[in-house]
């Protein structure tokens, strides 16, 4: 089945404690990227990678990292997490440049404390 | 730069009457507009897409969106509701970013649909 992958589902840390939610995709897609959601605010892009080893800062990158080292996997990484990154946590990929629409992986829930 | 409004953040209705859910949208040039849903506790999954061909766009489960470049508005409708039609629905519009299509979402209109 066509799908991307998160993993955790959801996650509790504490502030500071480094952390990776991975993302993985079976469609071969080059096009891969994270999101969250707040409430009332949509969903806003964090970073976005066009190909391997081709990555880039979306609309609110602060406090977050990314690394596309294979096509299909696309992990997220919060260094020192704080609790203003609280938030629900989306992975997407494309082909043809996004055109077509995107598939979303399930969520990933993240709490801070 | 593109964006979307969607403009009620609740619309309530009862099953079996028709559904509205509004979008308007500002784009520089002939933009690609999507509907998403999120239901409760899972992803995002495509209803429908406008890519410049016919401007009345059927999607899943029932759900049509009309493309009004002179209003510049996407509304999504669908004209009886069923009860697992609850969900949150995002209006996006794409914009072209070095490359690849960029989605820009709306803040989400959520549908709450009484027996």
């Known amino acids: 089945e066509a799908q991307v992958t998160q993993n955790p589902r959801y996650l509790i840390t504490v502030t500071g404690k480094k952390l990776t939610v991975t993302c993985s995709q079976n469609m071969n897609h080059e096009y891969m990227s994270w999101y969250r959601q707040d409430p009332g605010l949509g969903l806003r892009q964090i970073y976005y990678s066009m190909n391997v080893e081709v990555t880039d800062k979306g609309d609110v990158p602060e406090g977050y990292k990314v690394s596309r080292k294979e096509k299909r996997n696309f992990p997220l990484i919060l260094e020192s997490p704080s609790p203003n990154q609280t938030s629900l946590y989306f992975c997407a990929s494309s082909f043809n440049a996004g055109r077509a629409g995107y598939t979303f992986g399930s969520g990933t829930r993240l709490t801070v404390v | 730069a593109q964006s979307v409004t969607q403009l009620d953040s609740h619309v309530s209705v009862s099953e079996g009457t028709p559904v509205l859910l509004r979008c308007n949208y500002s784009?520089?040039?002939?933009?690609?507009l999507f509907w998403y849903v999120q239901h409760p506790n899972k992803g995002l999954q495509l209803l429908l897409k406008?890519?410049?061909?016919?401007?009345l766009v059927k999607g899943i489960n029932g759900f049509e969106a009309e493309f009004k470049k002179s209003e510049t508005s996407f509304h999504l409708t669908k004209p009886s509701a069923h009860m697992s039609d609850a969900a949150e629905y995002f209006c996006?519009?794409?914009?072209?970013?070095?490359?690849?299509?960029?989605?820009?979402f709306g803040t989400g209109t959520r549908l709450l649909v009484s027996p």
């Open positions: 406008y890519t410049s061909a016919a401007t």
């Open positions: 996006v519009v794409s914009q072209m970013n070095t490359g690849f299509q960029k989605l820009v």
């Open positions: 784009s520089s040039y002939s933009p690609s």
